[in-house]
């Protein structure tokens, strides 16, 4: 349940909707980007660079991308540096540098974990409590209270549930690098695997996934949207989705560019 410190955030929220109903962000048409052709993108702080964009790591239960992974190089080492949407707010390539909002030393001062632990709910609690960002997990939309991430910090933390089912909770983090190349089950059959995500460059949600269908070299790859997804078994290497093998072999092909309009 959400508390009432949250309350200001969502009063802001409704009225930034209110805005892009009444045309005043309708400037920037949402795309969906290629998350595979992002991979190794300079990275930004507000006062220099900080390394590259190692790997992104995504809640597979509603498919938003929560973390950039930073290869940071020797900056700091040994350490995995997450970097939230809420940092970057809409992805945007400045200068050939994807920039988020923060200086070296607010990244460097956060809390950071060792590198190839994994990232936990408690982890991601103190966080967000950090850079004073609302729980994702918390509320309806794919942001928790709002539709995309919160580009500015806040003055304050905001005040968050908390007790064991929070604490308990599995924070459900997949990594991009990893479910490629997994295989496609239909509801036939194998029908494929995974070549690459389609992510919506306002929200971060993986809207489609990139399959590719038949032999290795004559094959073709196409889009299948992520609402068609049963489940994914890691055990299995193996994403399940609701279509049958034909269903899948006659989706739209995955377009050659970098990135495509969004329906």
Request: glycine share 8%; hydrophobic share 40%.
């Amino acid at each position: 349940m959400l508390v009432s410190g949250t309350i200001k955030h969502f009063r802001l929220n409704v009225a930034a909707s209110a805005a892009e109903k009444d045309g005043r962000q309708t400037n920037h048409k949402t795309m969906l980007r290629s998350i595979k052709k992002l991979y190794r993108d300079k990275l930004g702080a507000s006062d220099g660079e900080i390394g590259h964009v190692k790997d992104f790591y995504f809640d597979d239960e509603n498919w938003g991308v929560r973390y950039v992974v930073a290869d940071t190089g020797s900056w700091l080492p040994g350490l995995q540096v997450l970097l939230s949407p809420h940092s970057f707010g809409p992805l945007v390539l400045s200068e050939n540098v994807l920039r988020v909002n923060l200086t070296r030393k607010q990244i460097e001062d956060g809390p950071l974990i060792e590198a190839h632990k994994p990232v936990s709910r408690q982890y991601e609690e103190e966080y967000h409590r950090h850079y004073g960002w609302p729980y994702y997990w918390q509320g309806d939309a794919l942001w928790g209270m709002s539709s995309s991430p919160v580009v500015a910090l806040l003055a304050k933390p905001l005040a968050h549930a908390s007790g064991p089912a929070a604490k308990g909770a599995d924070a459900h983090l997949r990594s991009t690098l990893a479910v490629n190349g997994y295989h496609l089950q239909a509801s036939d059959g194998l029908v494929g695997h995974v070549c690459d995500f389609m992510m919506d460059d306002q929200t971060w949600g993986i809207a489609q996934l990139v399959i590719k269908t038949g032999h290795r070299f004559s094959g073709k790859e196409v889009q299948i949207p992520t609402s068609k997804v049963d489940r994914i078994s890691y055990e299995d290497s193996t994403v399940f989705v609701h279509l049958t093998k034909e269903a899948v072999e006659q989706s739209s092909e995955h377009p050659a560019a970098s990135f495509a309009a969004a329906d």
